[in-house]
């Protein structure tokens, strides 16, 4: 009996009623449910504190840009390395770094947002394994294998994605908001972000960056489902870096640091994605080779 008779023994095992599979779908979804409202209530309770997590960014770039002034040089080392606080910030006044709300109920609003984000990601385990239980009986042996490291390598570079956010380039763009302020002749015009848009920001930028970041994901699904080749991605390599280019500047801040900040990770896991597809290439073929010889 060859590999694909005994996957297909196995799906035929597996197979039930529509009805059963209805009522099993209804118990994952509670699960899925419970899990993110238990996720939800507890980040809802830290929310203050998950939000002056987020505030850290800014905190170190106010920091350093009250310490040097607005023409001062500031290396991007002590940002990152701030943020990071592997390094002492700068004493400052803390009420300098200042956020706003105008509307009675923004910051509950807020609240709720972030506790609705971080419940996702908290409750992602569980949302993840449930989706693989209830798919996995109609998988073949070789694609259930496939599916289980796809389920930690996306929420791995979804979270690469967020920190490079957190860590480099929301310092560089708060920095750079900063220094575009207008003080002096009896005008002030300074930075006062809104407690909701600040959130939208980094919203905006960790999903950007995490769904970026999937890309050898992605690209390594295509080469297993054979939509894709590695000899058609390497030499569609120039059109992809024209293409990586564009979607960094359309989900970035207008600016070239923050752009290159994205374009050059999504190069680098292009490049790494070509070898993923060729090493389920060169996988495939030697599992058709050994097929032959066992037939």
């Not at 105008?102 to 908290?122: D, N, Q, S, W, Y």
Request: glycine share 6%; with cysteine.
């Amino acid at each position: 009996m060859t590999s694909f008779d005994r996957d297909e023994a196995d799906i035929e095992a597996s197979r039930a009623p529509l009805m059963d599979h209805l009522i099993e779908l209804r118990g994952r979804l509670l699960i899925c449910v419970v899990a993110f409202a238990v996720a939800f209530i507890g980040c809802f309770a830290f929310s203050e504190k998950l939000y002056l997590f987020l505030v850290q960014p800014y905190v170190v770039s106010a920091a350093f840009h009250q310490t040097v002034g607005a023409h001062g040089h500031v290396s991007p080392f002590d940002l990152i390395l701030g943020t990071a606080r592997l390094i002492p910030v700068p004493d400052v006044d803390h009420q300098s770094v200042k956020l706003i709300y105008t509307a009675p109920l923004e910051i509950l609003f807020t609240k709720m947002k972030l506790a609705g984000l971080g419940a996702v990601i908290v409750a992602f385990p569980v949302l993840a394994w449930q989706l693989y239980r209830f798919v996995a009986p109609g998988l073949y042996r070789n694609e259930k294998g496939a599916f289980l490291p796809f389920l930690i390598a996306a929420p791995v570079l979804f979270l690469l994605g967020a920190a490079l956010v957190y860590f480099v380039m929301l310092p560089f763009v708060m920095w750079f908001s900063l220094s575009q302020q207008i003080i002096g002749d009896g005008v002030a015009a300074e930075l006062l972000p809104k407690v909701s848009d600040y959130l939208n920001l980094v919203t905006a930028l960790i999903l950007a960056f995490g769904l970026c970041f999937q890309l050898p994901v992605v690209m390594t699904l295509l080469g297993l489902a054979g939509l894709i080749s590695s000899s058609v991605m390497a030499k569609g390599r120039r059109y992809a870096i024209v293409a990586v280019v564009v979607v960094a500047a359309v989900v970035t801040p207008p600016d070239p640091i923050s752009q290159l900040m994205l374009a050059v990770p999504m190069v680098l896991l292009y490049e790494v994605s070509i070898w993923c597809v060729r090493i389920i290439e060169l996988r495939r073929k030697k599992a058709d080779a050994d097929e032959g010889l066992a037939a």
